[in-house]
């Protein structure tokens, strides 16, 4: 018996392309400045390339790729058993569904009926496959393959929407090398409703009154009187709404397996406040919760009652990195052990809730310890490129400050550094006497303002 595992990336995960023009994400020179390409970013006929495996010395999927293939998986051949399912992530995600359809069944007639397939879905690509199996739109008798479908791994998916996404659609939260009002100018597009689909649903009582009055009285930006309020998309509203009704675990094909990934320790949006009886309140308020989520989707959402879960700290943007995650799937997928000799350089991961930030943010950095009672180490944080994108080898060392922690062992702490002042691409290290423990370096894009 066959087994093959289909990877579906999360939002932004794809390469956008105008002709032989990669428009999205761009050369490292093109996204160390503002973004220049919106224009072509907005126009529909834009085609699907890969999914993003790295951007400059930022290893972006080709991490998971590649333990993938370590656990025997492969891309190449006229018989594969690793297919990546890129998708125009601006779009409507029941048309990425059917790009999902198409690689199940290509996979079906390339390896006959006794195959199985495993989805491993990132962030939205979970919401991608689950409308693929829960919707009612795609079966075997329409979609041969759709019955070979045994198991789906989500990894940070927000199963019951982001509370971020309602700023991030009004256009008051930066995305990548986007700015606020870009992200906003894509998802207030009736063509593009895929980041309105990432709103909680109207089922989830996300939205609170937080006038005295109110009691703290649940409120829902598809109500159309707090969509017109807030300044909303109706139709993009009524999409996102029709496209989370699609989805329904019950009505999970029979024998498929659901095991989630729910990223935990980061500060983390947990609900959206605002006073609806006050005129001059004119942008809800984001509340924060301490080790709520992953940075992006609260812990809340990344899961739903009766699925087999896996707690796992780390940002969103990376949360499918982490060994215990890479190990945890192989096993999944009948792998057990294969993973097991991943090198270790020690045992401090390094987390940046933020990847890319306008010179001097201040910056939330997890770093996981794995139970230290102590530490007594140094960050140094090095220069990769010049502000034009251009590599600089060696790095270029830019500044290096202590960080010391003694008392009860502990899984985590965070710290706050600065980004670095000149637009460039750098790497934040850890050391101890000036050797690295770090399992691998966090890379930080510094993005020009103007």
Not at 174 to 198: G, W
Not at 209 to 232: C, Q, Y
Not at 367 to 382: H, T
Request: hydrophobic share 45%.
């Amino acid at each position: 018996m066959t087994e093959a595992v289909i990877l579906l990336p999360g939002v932004m995960g794809s390469e956008l392309f105008s002709g032989h023009e990669m428009i999205w994400p761009g050369s490292v020179s093109e996204l160390l400045l503002p973004y220049q390409k919106m224009e072509q970013l907005l126009d529909p006929a834009l085609t699907v390339g890969d999914v993003i495996r790295s951007v400059s010395f930022s290893t972006q999927y080709a991490s998971l790729i590649t333990a993938l293939g370590t656990c025997g998986f492969v891309e190449a051949g006229e018989q594969p058993t690793l297919v990546v399912c890129p998708y125009d992530w601006r779009k409507d995600n029941a048309l990425a569904a059917q790009r999902l359809a198409d690689r199940v069944m290509s996979l079906r007639m390339s390896h006959g009926e006794g195959l199985v397939i495993n989805l491993v879905a990132h962030s939205m690509g979970g919401l991608v496959s689950r409308y693929f199996l829960e919707s009612g739109q795609f079966s075997e008798a329409t979609h041969p393959g759709f019955g070979n479908v045994r198991r789906l791994i989500t990894i940070g998916t927000p199963h019951r929407g982001a509370p971020v996404a309602l700023h991030a659609v009004m256009g008051q939260v930066k995305r990548l090398f986007l700015s606020a009002s870009q992200v906003r100018q894509i998802a207030s597009d009736t063509r593009f409703p895929a980041l309105y689909q990432l709103v909680p649903p109207p089922t989830e009582p996300f939205l609170w009154d937080s006038n005295p009055a109110s009691r703290l009285a649940p409120k829902s930006p598809h109500d159309p009187g707090v969509a017109a309020m807030l300044g909303l998309s109706a139709l993009n509203l009524a999409n996102a709404a029709a496209f989370h009704a699609a989805l329904d675990v019950a009505r999970r094909p029979k024998g498929v397996d659901y095991f989630c990934f729910v990223g935990t320790r980061q500060r983390t949006i947990s609900n959206v406040r605002h006073d609806f009886a006050n005129a001059a309140d004119t942008m809800p308020k984001l509340v924060e919760a301490e080790d709520g989520g992953d940075g992006t989707v609260p812990s809340w959402s990344a899961s739903f009652a009766g699925m087999q879960q896996m707690l796992v700290g780390g940002d969103h943007a990376g949360l499918y990195k982490p060994r215990e995650v890479l190990m945890t799937i192989a096993s999944l997928l009948g792998k057990p052990g294969v993973l097991a000799a991943m090198p270790v350089r020690d045992d401090i991961r390094l987390s940046l809730h933020d990847e890319v930030a306008a010179p001097k943010q201040v910056l939330a950095l997890a770093l996981f310890l794995s139970r230290r009672a102590k530490l007594d180490a140094e960050l140094v944080i090095r220069k990769r490129t010049e502000s034009d994108g251009k590599s600089l080898e060696p790095p270029v060392e830019i500044s290096r400050s202590p960080v010391r922690y003694d008392g009860p062992p502990v899984d985590s702490i965070t710290v706050e550094i600065v980004a670095p002042r000149f637009p460039g691409v750098y790497e934040v290290d850890i050391e101890v006497n000036t050797a690295s423990v770090a399992e691998s370096t966090a890379i930080l894009f510094v993005q020009a303002l103007t």
